[in-house]
């Protein structure tokens, strides 16, 4: 009883060291660093509006503009109940000390308890998330609603009694994920495998939960996309798919052809589409027929530069799992090192561009100090997860589940955002990651 103890301990200090370390930032007097430009004001803009109870629209000096089809309701609605800044920074504190206790939880109770610690200090120490949680960007929520939904079928292993209840719930959490980011629109798919797999539950149980679990997440998907159909015509989501398909992956794939930067190239490709990059995100020029034609567009680039794209994707994909974020810590930080324009992912590589954001990073011991302990950090995740697949070969079913189902999940939602907006910020699927590395 007093080991327990003092574990339970352990894992409530860590998780109040993540929160204070979260909550650290709201100290500074300039809380700027707080808005990405242009993320983080038109989550505000929707917020205000549907505040004022005039619908999911953006107002912008005082005027509705057309209804949102860019952005889903998920998070604004999160901002709509915290009207300050402050207290959207320190509720994103909160749920990141929340996931910490739960994930501790869920793996001392099924596995060792030095297996929880570790996974809970992955995910408590990992800076993207620390930077992520002081600004007001959708990441943090989906963080959290991605592993309330995750997880909790795993746990029907051990309560196969419960695995009706957990995979309605699981599923619906899973809905209100996609609602905040559409990267999630995968979860459907990946949330009844351990549901299938589970040696527990008869043939019966096993496709009645695994039936739930994807269709309330698909029930949310339909009816947004419905909802955009009727009132823009348009069958999906969000029209950012077709923005990155155009903007981001074909437009990279030119970019690199030509030895240029990302940035460079969309100029070129504002001009062929008649949007320049800067208004693709205005609520006014969303449109299904703009968005059918970027996405015909983009994709016949794509087909038309296999090789360049396969090239692409995988150093994009290779840049988000690895690469640790600069310009928003540093920010954040208020030192020196932030480099401008798009990252080292986005365009034609080169020694040269490495040479000097290294150099940048340099001017700033702290930065400098922080961007270490990433890669450390990032190593360990990637051993951990190494180690764990390794033991799989001759472990039992329950640890295959426990660290192959998360790793999958983790690695394809962030392979989604595997193109030229490839950015640390997206490495949301890194607590999955992180359990599974924890239990190798």
């Known amino acids: 009883m007093k080991l327990r103890k003092h574990w339970c301990l352990l894992y409530v200090a860590v998780a109040l060291v993540a929160v204070v370390m979260r909550l650290a930032p709201l100290l500074r007097s300039d809380l700027s660093f707080s808005y990405r430009p242009d993320d983080s004001y038109e989550y505000l803009q929707l917020a205000v509006r549907m505040r004022d109870g005039c619908g999911f629209?953006?107002?912008?000096?005082?005027?509705?503009?057309?209804?949102?089809?860019?952005?889903?309701?998920?998070?604004?609605?999160?901002?709509?109940?915290?009207?300050?800044?402050?207290?959207?920074?320190?509720?994103?504190?909160?749920?990141?000390?929340?996931?910490?206790l739960l994930v501790a939880g869920w793996i001392a109770g099924w596995w060792k308890y030095s297996a929880a610690l570790a996974a809970e200090c992955l995910i408590a120490f990992d800076v993207p998330s620390i930077v992520m949680s002081s600004e007001v960007m959708s990441e943090t929520l989906f963080q959290l609603l991605l592993v309330l939904a995750l997880v909790p079928p795993l746990l029907t292993i051990e309560w196969p009694g419960k695995a009706g209840g957990i995979a309605v719930v699981a599923g619906v959490v899973a809905g209100c994920a996609i609602l905040v980011r559409p990267i999630g629109v995968l979860?459907?798919?990946?949330?009844?495998?351990?549901?299938?797999?589970?040696?527990?539950?008869?043939?019966?149980?096993?496709?009645?939960?695994?039936?739930?679990?994807?269709?309330?997440?698909?029930?949310?998907?339909?009816?947004?996309?419905?909802?955009?159909?009727?009132?823009?015509?348009?069958?999906?989501?969000?029209?950012?798919?077709?923005?990155?398909?155009?903007?981001?992956?074909?437009?990279?794939?030119?970019?690199?052809?030509?030895?240029?930067?990302?940035?460079?190239?969309?100029?070129?490709?504002?001009?062929?589409?008649?949007?320049?990059?800067?208004?693709?995100?205005?609520?006014?020029?969303?449109?299904?027929?703009?968005?059918?034609?970027?996405?015909?567009?983009?994709?016949?680039?794509?087909?038309?530069?296999?090789?360049?794209?396969?090239?692409?994707?995988?150093?994009?994909?290779?840049?988000?799992?690895?690469?640790?974020?600069?310009?928003?810590?540093?920010?954040m930080l208020g030192t020196s090192g932030e480099s401008m324009g798009g990252g080292l992912n986005a365009g034609a590589p080169s020694l040269r561009r490495v040479r000097t954001v290294m150099r940048t990073i340099l001017t700033s011991p702290l930065l400098t100090a922080l961007v270490i302990l990433e890669v450390m950090l990032t190593l360990i995740l990637c051993g951990g997860i190494a180690i764990a697949i390794g033991r799989c070969w001759c472990a039992s079913l329950e640890y295959r589940l426990w660290t192959l189902y998360p790793a999958f999940a983790g690695i394809a939602v962030l392979c989604l955002a595997a193109g030229g907006e490839a950015d640390a910020r997206f490495r949301a699927p890194v607590i999955p990651l992180a359990i599974g590395a924890a239990l190798g």
């Open 57 to 100: 629209a953006r107002m912008i000096d005082r005027a509705c503009q057309p209804a949102e089809i860019l952005r889903t309701p998920g998070y604004p609605l999160f901002l709509m109940m915290l009207p300050h800044v402050g207290r959207v920074l320190a509720a994103q504190a909160l749920c990141r000390g929340l996931l910490c």
């Open 187 to 331: 979860l459907p798919i990946i949330l009844p495998i351990p549901l299938i797999l589970n040696p527990r539950l008869n043939i019966r149980a096993r496709t009645i939960n695994a039936i739930a679990a994807f269709a309330l997440p698909a029930v949310f998907l339909v009816g947004w996309s419905g909802r955009n159909y009727e009132i823009a015509h348009y069958p999906g989501l969000s029209t950012v798919g077709a923005i990155n398909m155009y903007y981001y992956r074909a437009a990279d794939v030119m970019a690199r052809r030509q030895g240029i930067l990302l940035i460079n190239e969309r100029q070129a490709f504002g001009a062929k589409l008649g949007v320049r990059y800067d208004d693709i995100y205005r609520a006014g020029v969303q449109s299904e027929a703009l968005a059918q034609r970027m996405n015909r567009l983009g994709l016949e680039i794509l087909a038309h530069h296999p090789i360049q794209t396969a090239a692409m994707t995988a150093q994009a994909a290779v840049y988000l799992a690895l690469a640790p974020i600069r310009s928003p810590l540093a920010r």
